[in-house]
């Protein structure tokens, strides 16, 4: 069942969180689910997942928590209205109960398997490990749309210049933080939209904390729903600069 949840610091159960972001995911939430949980089958720790319902109108919230049979561990958490993935990504790590922390994105861009080489480079140390579709090694299985393509490049070169972040690819929707990262991290985001994941990584690449980006492999959904264009250029530019302006630190 769907409920509104609290932020709560009860001791941890599992070795791993897995939060998946879906508003109206109906069709695509049940093979990243069942591929997910296939996984999770496998492996020799205590994992949960959570699914978390912004503000669907489809079944997305009834489909996802039929998968609790399959895995007592998986919870569907949300709230009325939709509100943006950056705010059920941050939703969704506050209420995880894992030492680890993943969140992903609901079209099962980068395959789960990954999981199991990012917890062998965060090995139970306080730090962020982030998926990149930028670095040799990275593996795209199908690209975007030619003008998607070249506006994601040019946001990269922006966000460079104008925080000066060293990462050559923040918005890849599969990264691994730990608890206490993620506990310091979350609470600080201002931003529900798609690209809090720029803030993020502003505020952790100047508090110090350690971020390891790892090429993944990488396909490219033509249902996602990020608008581009001019106008939302300009909107991009200017969330930039807020962050800045916000997160003195």
Known sequence: MC??????????????????????????????????????????????????????????????????????????????????????????????????????????????????????????????IIGSRALKGSIIESRQQFLREKFAQIFNVLQRFVLSLPIKDTQCGFKLFSRNITEKLFSQITYDCAYFDTELLYIAYRSGIPIEEIPVKWKHDMETRLPIGFSRSLDLVNKLFRIKKIHRI
């Open 3 to 128: 409920r509104l949840v609290d932020i709560f610091t009860d001791p941890m159960k599992y070795h791993l969180s897995i939060v998946i972001p879906a508003y109206n995911e109906e069709k695509r939430l049940p093979f990243t689910l069942r591929n997910t949980i296939d996984f999770l089958k496998t492996q020799p720790y205590e994992a949960e997942i959570i699914v978390v319902n912004d503000g669907s109108k489809d079944k997305t919230a009834t489909l996802a928590g039929s998968f609790n049979k399959e895995l007592q561990s998986l919870r569907v958490i949300g709230y009325p209205q939709n509100r943006g993935k950056g705010f059920a990504v941050k939703t969704g790590m506050l209420e995880a109960e894992g030492e680890h922390r993943l969140f992903m994105d609901a079209d099962y861009a980068v395959p789960i398997e990954y999981a199991k080489k990012f917890l062998a480079a965060i090995n139970n140390h306080d730090k962020i």
